[in-house]
Nanobody, 122 residues
């Protein structure tokens, strides 16, 4: 059974940093993506990484967020720097088999975590 657990969310002031973690169990050779959603709005892609370590970022976070992984720990991280109030959202990690070099598509991910809240105050 595939299981994803996110952690690391919290509240921070604008300009601050947070690091989210996503631990995957019951799955191998996967792609992990991070998404975020604000109530009443569409889910937004953030970043993804495949097992060899290739990364893709949404334009809104490129240069501020970094996705990385520790394969031995089956954990993927999302380092978020220079946070802005508009980054406030519930952040979800997801796992799948498809890696796209130019996009992060929610439909490519079959398994999802429960989410972790990130709140950035101005």
């Amino acid at each position: 059974q595939v299981h994803l657990v996110e952690s690391g969310g919290g509240s921070v002031q604008a300009g601050g940093s947070l690091r989210l973690s996503c631990t995957v169990s019951g799955y191998t050779r996967y792609v992990v993506g991070w998404f975020r959603q604000v109530p009443g709005k569409d889910r937004e892609e953030v970043a993804s990484i495949n097992t060899p370590g290739r990364q893709v970022y949404a334009e809104s976070v490129r240069g501020r967020f970094t996705i990385s992984q520790e394969v031995s720990k089956k954990t993927v991280y999302l380092q978020m720097n220079s946070l802005k109030p508009e980054d406030t959202a519930m952040y979800y990690c997801a796992a799948g088999r498809i890696f796209r070099s130019g996009a992060v598509l929610a439909d490519d991910f079959a398994y999802w975590g429960q989410g972790t809240q990130v709140t950035v105050s101005s």
